[in-house]
C-alpha cells in the first residue's frame, strides 16, 4: 500500500507542475509573436498556434508540395491571384523577402489561386521582374479552402515546428526591415 500512495504522489506533482510549466511556455512562445510593428497592423496572431494543413499544392502546377515540406524554416504563405490588384502589388515585395529569406531563416511561398494555373502565373513573374518566387499553385483551391481563406491576398504566417501562428489579410510590404525582422523573430525555430 505504501509504494502505491507514492506512486500517486509523485503522478499528481509531476502533472501539477507540467501544468504549472505549459501555460508559462505557452506564453512565452506567444510572446514572439506579440508587439507587430506598424508596417504588420494587419497582423492577427492564433492563440493557441494550430498545426499547418498538410494539404497539397503544387510547384510549377506538377510537382505535389506540402508545408511539412519546408518545416524547420519560419514560413510566410501568400495566397493570391494575377487578377487580384493588392496581390499585384505586394508581389515585388514577397519576392525581395524570399531573397533575403535564407539569412532570416524564412521561406516565402506565393501559391497562386488562379484557374490558369502556371501558364498565367509564369507570364505574371517575368512581366513584373519577379525573379526569387516558385511558381506554386493552389490546384481547385483545395489548401486556400482547407485553410479557411477567406480573401486574397491573405498570408498564413508558420513558425519552423510546423505551427500556424497567424494571418494577415490584406497587403503589406513584407521587406521593410522591421517586418522581416518580426517575422524572423516570430516564426523562427
Known amino acids: 500500500m505504501f509504494p502505491f500512495s507514492l506512486g500517486k504522489i509523485f503522478l499528481g506533482s509531476f502533472l501539477t507542475a507540467i501544468l504549472a510549466i505549459s501555460p508559462l511556455h505557452a506564453s512565452a512562445e506567444g510572446e514572439k ?3 507587430p510593428p506598424q508596417g504588420m497592423i494587419k ?3 492564433l492563440n493557441p498556434p494550430k498545426p499547418a494543413s498538410l494539404e497539397p499544392f ?3 502546377g506538377e510537382t505535389k508540395k506540402t508545408l511539412a515540406d519546408y518545416q524547420g524554416n519560419g514560413i510566410v504563405v ?3 491571384a494575377t487578377w487580384c490588384g493588392p496581390c499585384v502589388r505586394e508581389m515585388p515585395s514577397l519576392d525581395r523577402l ?3 529569406g535564407g539569412e ?3 521561406v516565402v511561398l506565393a501559391i ?3 484557374r490558369k494555373g502556371a ?3 509564369e507570364p505574371f513573374y517575368s512581366k513584373h521582374a519577379i525573379e526569387h518566387l516558385k511558381v506554386f499553385i493552389d490546384r481547385r483551391g483545395a489548401l486556400s479552402r482547407r485553410m479557411k481563406v477567406r480573401s486574397l491576398p491573405t498570408t498564413v504566417l508558420i513558425d519552423a515546428k510546423g505551427m500556424e501562428r497567424g494571418r494577415v489579410i490584406g497587403a503589406a510590404e513584407w521587406d521593410l526591415s522591421e517586418n522581416a525582422a518580426f517575422l524572423s523573430r516570430c516564426l523562427g525555430g
Open 33 to 35: 509573436c506579440a508587439d
Open 43 to 45: 497582423f492577427r496572431p
Open 58 to 60: 503544387f510547384e510549377n
Open 78 to 80: 501568400n495566397f493570391w
Open 98 to 100: 524570399q531573397a533575403k
Open 104 to 106: 532570416l531563416g524564412l
Open 112 to 114: 497562386s489561386e488562379d
Open 119 to 121: 501558364k498565367v502565373v
